[in-house]
């Protein structure tokens, strides 16, 4: 299972990648995983603003439902409509083709609260247990 | 031991000790002993079945079905015939005993025909996508009200046409008011019995969410459905149509056409006899782009592992059983055999058995109605109706037809009290030449009987 | 019978004519034709033309294509798939019922009002509550009347109160039909023996909460042993007790939800009194309640007086309505019929039967199967796949391997509380032999799992066809078939 270095990540197994003054937002390839086919993803509008732990969309697999939560806070610049008509992507393509939306970041300092790649794979394989 | 169970005292003793248990009655002993002695069922000795059948007998022969008296009732459930082929079909056990079809390799049948099915609702309500049934027309229009608010979460004002079937009007009502934050209003109808498009244009705000009509209405009056989609889109809101008659829909223009955004109708006409008021079926459409804000089961066309066509239940994470508390709606059983009576008498009516029945009903009506104008009897409104119209006769003249075995229509003064003296008089294939005449004679203002002899 | 059959639509020549129709009586004038504007100008088309027998054909074979309780065991765990007595079929089918319309006056009804107020009664007295209504078409339909009643209960003491607690067993259609009441959802969790603690419902009580939803006998199949004391602990802060009647079928004659201190309940005419099931309804659900909460019910209500059974709307604190006219009649007249068959002894009998039926196949599978709880059963029995995972082999493997013996599949993946859940509800029409041979296909399945797990992972072989891929149909839908 694939935790790149560069990304930060939740509990709630969102992934952050830092690009400037914005983040973009994913989810983790544990989670694509543990959900299966990803048969649709419901994304906010452009524009729309979260809080840290804000749920902004949904994951739909055959048989679960599960929200997307903020990893920080930001306004939503930017959203992968690609989805839409190829959900499949965020099980093939977890940290690429399939990233879910782009946030202006509101506050800097709170990525610092998300965990490293390290944290998150002792924190997915104590989920495991 | 009652006939249904096939268990012998040697059954009994051989399953019991396989459990490890002495008695039926130790099987029972998480059961508090102080519920149990309370619980003595106070019901009659059960009946044979001839005793059984006898006994239905002679509650259904204090009924006014079978060979009763003529009645010219719709008014939100219409006598026509049901061909005997789709009964049978119906009475198939592989459809009849079989449930929700969680197993899909094994229930393509009920899985095929609800496909079918959804594409009849489709087709015959005018837009893209339909779901595999509601309970009954009336609850699928208070469902479509629910999907209204899931698709503008920020708009709460739902004005229900005064002239949509009283029963859909309540229904809707039932349904949102545990939200507590819907507000229900009404739009009156115009002097030709159609919803009044002038009240409706002032009062839309932008807090309309939906306007919801009957096409036809109440009155078997037509609405311009057309009119009122542009008026309410305008505003924002969405339309929504509820049909208790589909067979007009095979003559008159489909609510999709006429841009309705969430079509939906009781099936009752298409196969099922109106067995006092249900069961009947629920169709449900709506574009496609919403087909996940939809209620209710859908099913799909996919393909097996060697890559042949089947179908399943699909888009289930809209359903409760995924979604739980967040779920489009709480249904889960619907109405699947009367849906399947719905696909099985489209099928064999046809493009043109439909079409023509359509006609005969549009004929017969307009033909009791004109023969009722010259009798003296006059409709109430002057819209365009399809098989069914309100006239103006005394109550008195209806009740004196009772007593002599005619059912001259509806006295609408119980749903609407501004409306004495009006009657909505249904007329389909099903009703002779016979009764016909006895219906206009004895509805006939005295003069006019008197001149006709 | 796996002979192919295309969609209705793709059968058939233009033209063809499958039903032909009257003339309308006395020739039929046109009279005034529709305005343009109103005329449907698409001619129909998509609509099939096929004739009478085209069509026979085209269901029959369809019919091939499912398993049913009728052709074959059906366990479906919570759905009580009993046989379904065939004379109920023609007793529904009367003249006097079936071609009965719902508006004529009262006075030419009295036999349908006579079996609706028999009916009432009859559920009544098994319930041990006070009043009962029809007119919900379903279960779900029945939890949602009943949960609007709990809240009309309490808007006329001036709160209508925030939240329901729900057993983390329970069925998905109870979270729903509250959070459509406007209820918020607090779950409890179900303790180690599979039980609901009251002492965790008296915990999670106060005075925000409007009602306890409870399914008893539960979705494991078990009785909640410590009703009394929860619905106590519900009733001392102001709150209801609803009840989930969908395992009604394990408590005739045993107990009566009215002494266990619950408040309003629903039936599934559809599970426990044998109304065919249709492949997804139509079911019924009626409600039953205390006296207290009959205000609240929905109108019309039935009334007795000397000129015998009448419709009244004269409920100025009801609810309103569930649905058009009365409920479906069609149905209830099969569930009546079943109930004045059977009687009070047979009636007693069955809920007996199917207990025993139930914890038979249990006793015969525990052990090769894995028992999550081994508190005694009821009706039904829930087991889990883990004993199963060395081999890689799932639920859904086991269940689509029971297809090719010629069963229907149990319940799986419900209830929630049991991970590979595998819920077991053979009911009391199955003879020994049929369980025998039941057993012995999931016993002979769990050696499968050990020695060709592979055989059971590409089940079903002998079904018409094989898996099918759900994630293509919900990636993308194709919902009807199109028009060329």
New interface residues.
Partial sequence: MDFPEDLHYTQEHEWLRVEGNDGVVGITDFAQDALGDV??V?LPPVGATFAPGQAFGVV??????SDLFAPVAGRVTAVNHVLRDEPELVNSDPYGAGWMIRLALTDREQVNRLLYADAYRTFVAQQRT | ???????TEG??A???A????SS?DD??????A???P??????????T?PE??A???????????????A?F?G???Y?HWV?T?V???L????????????????????L?????F???A??LLGL???N??M?????AAAEAV?MARRMLPDRHTVWLSRAL?P??R??I???V????DVVVREVPFAADGRTDLGALEGDLGPDALAVVLGQPNVFGV?E?V?AVAARTGAAGALIITATAEPLA??????PG?CGADIAVA?GQSFGL?????????GLFAAR?RD??SMPG??????????G?R???L????R?????????T??????????A?AV??Y????????????AT?????A??V??RLEAAGVARRFDG?FFNEFVVQAPIARWEAL?RDGV?AG?PLARWYPELDDALVVCVT?M???AD?DRLVRGLAAPAARAASG | MLLD?P???ER?AT??????????????????A??P??????????????S?LE??R???R??????????TL?P?GS?T?????V?N?????????????????DR?????L??IAGLEA?LA??S?LDAVCLQP?????G??LG??LV?AHHVARGD?RRRVLIPSSA???N???????????AEVAVDARGLLPAAAVAAAMDESVAALMVTNPNTLG??E?EI?AAAAAVHARGGLVYMDGANFNA??????PG??GVDVMQFNL?KTF?T????????AGPVAVRAPLAPYL??PRLVRSDAGLAWSDDAPQS?????????????L?RAF?Y????????????T??A???A??V???LQGAYHLPYD??S?HECVFSDRHLQDSGVSTLDV??RL?DYGF??P??Y?PLVVKGALMIEPT?????ETLDAFVNALLAIADEARTDPALLR?A?HR????????T???RR?????QPR
Avoid at chain 2, 360 to 364: L, Q, S, V
Wanted: neutral net charge; proline residues 7%; aromatic residues 8%.
């Fill in positions: 048969v649709f419901e739909e697999s055959n048989k679960t439902v | 031991m009652s006939g249904y169970t096939p268990h059954d009994i051989a399953m019991l396989a459990i490890g248990a039926i099987l029972f002993a998480q059961v508090p102080g519920l149990r309370r619980a003595t069922i106070d019901l009659p000795p059960g009946l079945e059984l059948r006994r239905f007998e002679a509650l259904a022969a204090r009924n006014a079905g079978g060979t009763g008296p009645v009732l008014a939100g459930a006598p061909p082929a009964d049978q079909v009475l198939r056990s592989e459809f009849l005993t079989a449930y929700t079809p969680y197993q899909p390799e094994v229930s393509q049948g009920t095929q025909a609800t496909f079918e959804q594409t009849f489709a087709l893209e996508v339909a595999a049934s309970y009954d027309g009336a609850s629910l079937h029963h859909y309540a229904v009502r039932t349904y008011r545990g939200l507590g037509l311009d057309a829909l095979a003559m008159v223009r489909p056409a009781e006899p109106v067995s006092y008021g249900g069961p009947g079926v496609e087909v996940r089961r859908i099913v799909g066309e996919t393909v097996d592992a060697h042949r089947g179908f399943v699909t888009l289930a994470t359903e409760q059983h995924i979604r739980r508390e967040r779920a709606s709480n249904i889960c059983t619907n109405q699947g055999l009367c399947l696909t099985a489209l099928s064999l009516l046809g493009r043109q058995g439909l079409r023509a029945l005969t009903n549009y004929r017969a307009h033909a109605a004109t365009p009772v059912v509806f294939e009703h002779g030449a016909i | 059959e969609l209705i639509f058939g033209g063809r004519i499958g039903w032909a129709v009257a003339e309308p009586p006395g020739g039929g004038q046109d009279g005034p529709l305005p504007d109103l005329r449907r100008d698409d001619d129909l088309a998509g609509l099939p033309e096929v009478e069509v026979v085209h269901f029959v369809l019919s091939q294509w499912n398993y049913s309780a009728a052709t059906y479906l759905c798939m009993k046989y379904n007595p004379v079929e023609a007793l529904a089918r009367l003249p006097g019922f079936a071609t009965l319309h719902p508006l004529v006056p030419l009804a009295q036999g349908a006579e079996l009859a007295a098994l041990g078409a379903a279960g779900a339909q939890e949602l949960m609007l809240r209508p069925h998905g259609t979270p729903a039909s509250a959070a459509l009441c406007g209820y918020q959802v078990l009785f042993e009394e408590l005739m004659g045993v107990a009566r002494d266990m559809h044998s065919p099931h249709g492949g997804g309804g139509p079911g929905p109108v609810v309103g309505r569930m649905r058009s006219f009365y409920g479906n009649f069609g149905v007249v019929a109930i004045a068959r059977l009687g009070a002894v047979g009636l007693a009998d069955v007996r039967l207990v025993l039926n914890n038979y249990r006793a015969r508190t005694p009821l269940a689509k297809l229907y599949a319940t799986i419900f009391e029409t199955e003879t020994k590409n079903p079904a018409r066809l094989a898996r099918l891929d759900e293509r149909a919900a839908p194709i919902l009807r078939w």
